[in-house]
């Protein structure tokens, strides 16, 4: 079965330091997606990506955050300058599109902000 | 957009009864209505879905329930084992948006 996978599993940052989470989508998918989670929380929708652009975004995306979909595989998410409240599993997740089938989820990364 | 209320918040129940989540969505365009499970530290996993066009979906032991009219659709798990013990999570769309909204998710404990 096609999976979304994300690396790292898990980063431990200092606070103020730039991270680079990255994911690589189902391949015949067009909409892309990152989710976090901070522990024992809801999923809270961060930003959506079609067609090379952002979709939309929540009023979590402010801009100390960016996505990238730098090549034909690769959907990245970079925090500019991490606090410590940034720290939260990180899901990536895919979806075909039209009509709409839900998501597949990404395994996560854990990030740690020190 | 989408606004997802999930009820209840904690639920457990004894091996081999049945458990049942409620959720209730706010935009009446919605026509897609999945539930995840999510088991500690892992991915939320797609473990049953409903779309607008029918009233309700089993799989095994699982089924969903969907009440247009009244904009709530819910989760049956009958025969419940431990492992079935997890968070549970219902999502809807927006309309015109393919972004999922999710509910503040149920914690389900099965007692043996």
């Known amino acids: 079965e096609p999976e979304v996978t994300q690396t790292p599993s898990h980063q431990v940052t200092q606070m103020g330091q730039e991270v680079i989470l990255r994911c690589v989508p189902i391949s015949n998918h067009l909409y892309f997606y990152w989710y976090r989670q901070i522990l024992g929380q809801k999923v809270e929708f961060l930003v959506s990506?079609?067609?090379?652009?952002?979709?939309?975004k929540s009023e979590i995306f402010d801009d100390q955050f960016s996505v990238e979909r730098p090549d034909g595989s690769n959907f990245t998410l970079k925090i500019r300058s991490t606090k410590l409240e940034d720290s939260a599993m990180y899901f990536c997740?895919?979806?075909?599109?039209?009509?709409?089938?839900?998501?597949?989820f990404g395994s996560g990364t854990r990030l740690t902000v020190v | 957009g989408e606004n997802v209320e999930q009820h209840p918040s904690t639920l457990s129940v004894q091996e081999g009864d049945s458990a049942v989540i409620k959720c209730t969505y706010s935009?009446?365009?919605?026509?897609?209505f999945p539930w995840y499970k999510q088991e500690l530290g892992k991915r939320p996993q797609l473990i049953i879905d409903?779309?607008?066009?029918?009233g309700e979906k089993k799989d095994q032991r699982i089924a969903v329930t969907l009440n247009k009219t009244a904009k709530h659709f819910s989760l049956h798990i009958t025969e419940t084992q431990p492992e079935d013990s997890a968070v549970y999570f219902c999502?809807?769309?927006?309309?015109?948006?393919?972004?999922?909204?999710f509910g503040a998710g149920t914690t389900v404990t099965v007692r043996a």
């Open positions: 935009d009446s365009a919605s026509n897609y």
């Open positions: 990506f079609y067609n090379n652009e952002i979709s939309e």
């Open positions: 409903i779309r607008s066009n029918v």
């Open positions: 999502a809807a769309p927006t309309h015109n948006d393919y972004k999922l909204s």
């Open positions: 997740a895919s979806s075909e599109g039209v009509p709409f089938y839900g998501y597949t």
